[in-house]
């Protein structure tokens, strides 16, 4: 009988952060696996974490294929493109905060095809929505600073997406870019230069990647920031607004119980973000000597005291 029973799924996990800086994901992605009928002691879970060095992704990646896995659930853009360098066959579950088609993981939202699909909190669809939260939070900054990566794919649609929110409240902003993490310093200079009163930080895995240099940043220029994650707030900054990103990773715990289950997931549609968080740190309001409008606590999904 014993010698009957299926081998325990093996599931690779694969992010280029650290590994302390992602317990709460791999909680979600456990969760939903549990909520799909795989209790802790029906999977193992194989990490690999590139901490933080991005160039390691494709070893980590192969090594995940080579033990092999069952599947790879795989973080941010730059992890899944590494997972799928690395095997055409090994089921591929991304998560990302980008557009996954643009990003050339997927042919089709749809119908992705091939060993590849996933969930995405794409957060261009709210990125005039997020500066309208920071105009309103800091309601008399005359001038808005807007800090992208140039080498993000979405650049241009962001930038867009900006430029139209900031026409419609009338508020006057200032871009200023940077992709790499000398060039963050540098663009942090050129904002206290410009005499901005808030900074609007744009999406993509780059800034993601560096939520702790960001925030330090701006508590050393005292400048209200606005991010896209929740955890960046967690870890001292003042707002969030996008995606929810633990939600994100128990909805690719499902999908890989499904996989598992005998589905493909070039038929599995990849699935965009349903809920949206909005985070607020009051300690951190308090440092930059800010009043936040009763009414936006009250609208926000964690306020960090």
Request: hydrophobic letters at 45%.
């Amino acid at each position: 009988t014993r010698a009957q029973q299926p081998p325990t799924p093996v599931i690779g996990f694969l992010r280029p952060t650290k590994a302390d800086e992602s317990g709460h994901l791999v909680a979600a992605f456990r969760e939903g696996l549990r909520e799909s009928g795989y209790s802790s002691d029906k999977f193992i879970i194989e990490p690999r974490w590139a901490d933080g060095l991005g160039e390691q992704l494709p070893k980590l990646a192969r090594e995940l294929v080579a033990l092999p896995v069952a599947a790879i659930a795989a973080g941010g853009i730059p992890a899944a493109q590494a997972a799928k360098e690395a095997t055409a066959s090994i089921p591929i579950i991304f998560v990302t905060g980008g557009d996954p088609q643009t990003e050339r993981l997927v042919p089709s939202i749809n119908r992705p095809g091939g060993n590849m699909t996933g969930v995405s909190f794409y957060n261009i669809p709210v990125t005039g929505k997020r500066l309208a939260l920071l105009h309103e939070m800091v309601p008399n900054a005359e001038v808005i600073a807007v800090l992208q990566d140039p080498n993000c794919r979405t650049f241009q649609t962001e930038t867009r997406e900006i430029e139209a929110a900031a026409r419609a409240i009338g508020q006057k902003i200032t871009i200023v870019k940077a992709s790499s993490e000398q060039e963050i310093n540098a663009a942090f200079s050129t904002v206290a230069k410009s005499g901005a009163g808030a900074l609007f930080v744009g999406g993509g895995a780059f800034f993601n990647a560096r939520a702790s240099q960001l925030v330090e940043l701006a508590a050393l220029q005292a400048i209200p920031a606005i991010y896209v994650l929740s955890t960046t707030v967690a870890a001292g900054g003042l707002v969030s607004y996008g995606g929810s990103q633990t939600d994100a990773y128990r909805r690719a715990g499902v999908y890989v119980a499904r996989i598992l289950k005998g589905e493909k997931p070039g038929d599995l549609p990849v699935e965009l973000a349903t809920k949206f968080e909005l985070a607020i740190n009051l300690k951190t309001a308090k440092t930059l000597g800010l009043t936040v409008p009763p009414a936006l606590i009250a609208r926000a999904d964690e306020v960090i005291q």
